[in-house]
């Protein structure tokens, strides 16, 4: 090997990267060339300098522990953050399980405990307009299976000179069954026409304000198209009567109901 | 959260060892105690945060020094100082220039470690433009193979040899000059001596 060849190799002998036959070649070189030799104690000069660097300098003191630190504050900053992100989800979804839990099963209970169930009370507005209407009523005409249908006992209403004509459910959106009655009764004039619903107390509301005492029972008169109709509770029961009849004539039947 | 502690357990578990190798490689490249020592904070910091995509079995110190690099590469960059390994020797004189006026400003702290740690060759290595300088501190200080520097590097094997050349041949040639430089003074100051 010559110099040309040789000095480039140096570096390569110097950081253990050359075979054995390489190494042999250029150690046999620099014996016989001191300007190589020279190179090469340059070079291994360096790497004493350099072998000396790599204990210095040291780890100041405590240094670990403060990096320790830092990863625990960084530690708290993530969980900070993701507390932050899961916070304004947790009302919604609180409120949303809290309306879940009141609507399925604390409300129902309340009511059922005080003996009314008006989830989805009934107008008698409603009641009123859907009485001519088709298929708003469940026909039933035996009391047993009514009684069993609805779920309640159904009070017998007592109206002289009246026959009842139909009987059955009405259909509402309500879960509450409301029992509805029809009756006629024959006069020279014609057919006159009265109907009752009759519901757990509070399931059957009106707007009508003027409520008339009659012989104990306080009943609320209502007008809904051409029908009167008039609303009270006795008994733990709604009673909604519906007639075409003058509010005299229902004025009368209601008193003697 | 326990969650949190023993992720945290498990990576100083791992890392803690190399503490003192990192800061020695960030003191030789950043030549200042306080600088090293937020850049290794920051490596920790970004290597605990990025945990979950290191491969166990794999080269834990490699990892975490291309980490280190990245981190000072970054920071040197805020602060205008990351140079191209381009640079040609006038670059280099520039360098020093600038070197030798940061030193004015160096703590007192960080003189005293300078005094400690070989003045000259710490010079002699800040002068070395950033492509150079790292695969010579990877292969001197690290004791790591051509590999593992072009690995880390992210350059092939062939271009950490022919930079670690001309590394050695920038450092050899600064010491030498320092060494011409302070027998110079020492001639001033024993001609100066003669005067009295």
């Given at each position: ?257 | ?68 690099i ?64 790292h695969p ?13 520097i072009a690995s880390i590097l992210g350059i092939?094997?062939?271009?950490v ?36």
């Amino acid at each position: 090997m010559n110099c040309i060849e040789v000095r480039p190799l140096l570096d390569l002998l110097g950081d253990g990267a050359l075979d054995t036959k390489d190494t042999a070649l250029i150690l046999d070189h620099l014996k016989s060339c001191s300007d190589c030799q020279a190179e090469w104690n340059d070079i291994e000069q360096l790497h004493a300098s350099f072998q000396q660097a790599r204990s210095k300098p040291e780890l100041p003191a405590g240094f670990m522990d403060k990096v320790s630190a830092r990863l625990k504050e960084e530690d708290r900053n993530v969980q900070k953050r993701f507390l932050q992100r899961a916070v304004p989800t947790v009302p919604v979804l609180a409120i949303a399980a809290t309306l879940l839990l009141v609507g399925c099963f604390v409300w129902p209970a309340v009511e059922k405990q005080n003996g009314q169930v008006s989830t989805t009370l009934a107008s008698a507005d409603r009641l009123v307009e859907d009485l001519g209407a088709a298929g708003t009523l469940d026909m039933i005409s035996d009391r047993n299976e009514l009684t069993k249908k609805v779920g309640y006992d159904i009070k017998q209403v007592r109206l002289p000179e009246w026959r009842m004509e139909n009987s059955g459910i009405y259909k509402s959106q309500s879960h509450v069954s409301i029992a509805r009655f029809d009756f006629i009764k024959k006069t020279q004039s014609g057919d006159q026409h009265l109907s009752c619903y009759q519901a757990p107390a509070g399931v059957i509301r009106t707007t009508a304000a003027n409520a008339i005492n009659l012989a104990g029972k306080q009943v609320q008169f209502g007008t809904h198209g051409k029908f009167q109709f008039a609303l009270w509770s006795q008994n733990g029961r709604d009673y909604l009567f519906v007639t075409e009849l003058p509010k005299e004539q229902l004025q009368e039947i209601v008193r003697g109901a | 959260m326990k969650l949190f502690h023993n992720r945290r357990q498990e990576f100083e578990k791992l890392t803690w060892p190399l503490g003192p190798d990192l800061f020695r490689m960030a003191y030789w490249r950043l030549a200042n105690s306080q600088d090293a020592e937020d850049a290794v904070q920051d490596t920790y910091l970004r290597a605990y945060r990025s945990f979950n995509t290191f491969q166990a079995g794999t080269n834990l110190k490699a990892w975490m020094t291309r980490i280190l690099i990245n981190v000072i590469n970054d920071s040197l960059k805020k602060r205008g100082r990351l140079q191209d390994f381009r640079a040609d020797e006038d670059e280099i004189d520039e360098l020093a220039a600038i070197a030798d006026q940061s030193a004015v400003a160096r703590n007192p702290e960080t003189q005293l470690i300078e005094q400690e740690i070989h003045p000259d060759l710490l010079a002699s290595l800040q002068r070395l433009p950033t492509g150079l300088l790292h695969p010579l501190l990877l292969r001197e200080l690290e004791d790591m193979s051509y590999a593992e520097i072009a690995s880390i590097l992210g350059i092939p094997t062939g271009t950490v040899m022919s930079r670690l050349f001309r590394a050695r041949r920038i450092v050899r040639e600064q010491l030498a000059k320092s060494v011409e430089r302070v027998k110079g003074n020492t001639n001033i100051a024993g001609n100066a001596h003669e005067l009295y």
